[in-house]
């Protein structure tokens, strides 16, 4: 069964940091793009981060290019998030995706597997 389950998500003050993960189950890992979504209530889905196979290309929203970091470990099947700087604009339901034999698309649409998301909360 594929499985994408998202962590690290919380409440922090404005400024903090906060590293989310995203474990993976059941896909050949080193097959995947792996992306970053948020969506804040109200608004669509809207992509963070992006990161190719062998994690040798990153793509960034302008919102958070400086200040969101995206890495993956292929031996421990996961991708992280570390996000610095945080802003109440950054509060949102944050998930991770996969996509297949991709090279880290921006649109949500290219892909296929999707984990149940994770909260995070910037507090002013």
């Known amino acids: 069964q594929v499985q994408l389950v998202e962590s690290g998500g919380g409440l922090v003050q404005a400024g903090g940091s906060l590293r989310l993960s995203c474990a993976s189950s059941g896909l050949t890992f080193s097959s995947y793009a792996m992306g970053w979504f948020r969506q804040a209530p109200g608004k669509e889905r809207e992509f963070v981060a992006s990161i190719r196979r062998t994690g040798s290309n990153t793509r960034y929203a302008e919102s958070v290019k400086g200040r969101f970091a995206i890495s993956r470990d292929n031996v421990k099947n996961a991708v992280y998030l570390q996000m610095n700087s945080l802003v109440p604009e950054d509060t949102a339901l944050y998930y991770c995706?996969?996509?297949?034999?991709?090279?880290?698309?921006?649109?949500?649409?290219?892909?296929?597997?999707w984990g149940q998301g994770t909260q995070v909360t910037v507090s002013s």
């Open positions: 995706a996969a996509e297949f034999l991709g090279s880290g698309s921006s649109d949500s649409r290219d892909y296929g597997t």
